[in-house]
């Protein structure tokens, strides 16, 4: 069989773990009862609980952007507003879908190394009170960040503690929290109960799942009406179980934990290699399992020739590179080589 690259555009592009399309199989030989009224979807609630803590309920839905929908449209207001920063996944790649369905507006604020700071919420609360103005009620944050860097525990600490303080709740999108977790040596609970948030967008599908997501409260009073909400917002699967089984895999034997370290090791690997080439330069930490660089845009187009990957910031020449938990060392190897390449004019 013929062996084709693998991409470092996505970690999207990655294939379904062989033990996530074991658990699929598994539960594929007869009837259940459907949208969530199965053994299989117990079981997994079940085990999120053991993982996250006994406090907290789960809801599985198909995707990121969902998760992320409905997870704020139960936390925020129409008149109120999602506070995030500028190149937030909600703000940038989700097309007004916070907008279009929770109502609320986003507030988007700068920030270099993606992360978001207590000192810069503080100018938005002054609208608190004013009537003309869209009222701050939740802060939003990446974990990791979109641009690859991690949150510190004392760091999410510190801003679920600030917002609380100031009667704004905290949402994190984990689409890669697998990865954050990984990076910082920490159990998922740790890097989401302990830490005080109050909802989850808990990703899968960048970390071996075929498909599905799933919306985490630790705040249980924000959850007293979410099943009506997720059924509006399109994300109730009848055939829960293909949705629950994966997840119960992934948090089953550290499955999620060695995939994203061998995701995080890639990048660490690819970013080690890409160092030494002159030229190229690194932008951002590279803390989890995405590398950003900056490279003249020729040899980023002679490159694009055999690898597709994506530009971040074409006015400065910034792109990213993602690896995942299927990435080798080998993979890593052939395509520093193919930059080598294109760095000296070669295709």
């Given at each position: 069989m013929k062996r084709y690259k693998r991409s470092f555009?996505?970690?999207?592009?990655?294939?379904?773990h062989p033990k996530i399309m074991e658990a699929l199989n598994n539960v594929n030989n007869s009837h259940v009862l459907s949208y969530g009224d199965d053994p299989y979807t117990e079981s997994a609630r079940k085990r999120f609980k053991e993982v996250f803590g006994q406090g907290c309920e789960v809801?599985?839905?198909?995707?990121g952007t969902g998760a992320n929908v409905t997870g704020l449209a139960a936390m925020a207001r129409p008149h109120?507003?999602?506070?995030?920063?500028?190149n937030a996944h909600i703000n940038v790649d989700e097309c007004g879908a916070v907008e279009r369905f929770a109502g609320c507006r986003l507030w988007p604020l700068p920030s270099k190394d993606g992360k978001l700071k207590p000192e810069q919420i503080q100018p938005v609360l002054n609208v608190l009170g004013n009537q003309h103005h869209s009222q701050p009620g939740v802060v939003s944050v990446s974990q990791c960040t979109e641009l690859g860097t991690v949150y510190s525990i004392e760091e999410l600490k510190n801003l679920a503690a600030y917002a609380h303080s100031n009667n704004l709740l905290v949402h994190v999108d984990?689409?890669?929290i697998a990865n954050a977790a990984a990076f910082l040596g920490v159990s998922l609970k740790g890097v989401t109960a302990d830490t005080g948030i109050d909802v989850l967008s808990f990703g899968?599908?960048?970390?071996?799942?075929?498909?599905?997501?799933?919306?985490?409260?630790?705040?249980?009073?924000?959850?007293?009406?979410?099943?009506?909400?997720r059924k509006q917002g399109t994300q109730l699967a009848s055939k829960m179980r293909y949705i629950a089984v994966q997840f119960d895999a992934l948090l089953s034997d550290e499955l999620?934990?060695?995939?994203?370290?061998?995701a995080n090791a890639m990048a660490a690997l690819l970013a080690g290699e890409a160092e030494k080439i002159p030229g190229l330069k690194i932008t951002q930490p590279v803390q989890s399992n995405g590398v950003f660089v900056s490279m003249p845009r020729a040899a980023a187009e002679r490159l694009q020739q055999q690898y597709f990957f994506y530009p971040w910031n074409e006015e400065k020449g910034e792109y990213r590179w993602m690896t995942s938990f299927d990435?080798?060392?080998?993979?890593?190897?052939?395509?520093t080589a193919?930059?080598?390449?294109?760095?000296?004019?070669q295709h």
């Open positions: 555009a996505s970690d999207n592009n990655s294939i379904v809801y599985f839905v198909f995707n109120q507003a999602v506070i995030c920063t500028e984990g689409a890669r899968g599908t960048k970390n071996g799942l075929m498909f599905g997501e799933a919306v985490v409260f630790f705040n249980r009073q924000l959850a007293e009406n979410y099943k009506y909400i999620w934990l060695n995939n994203a370290k061998k990435t080798e060392e080998q993979d890593v190897m052939e395509f193919a930059i080598k390449a294109a760095m000296h004019g």
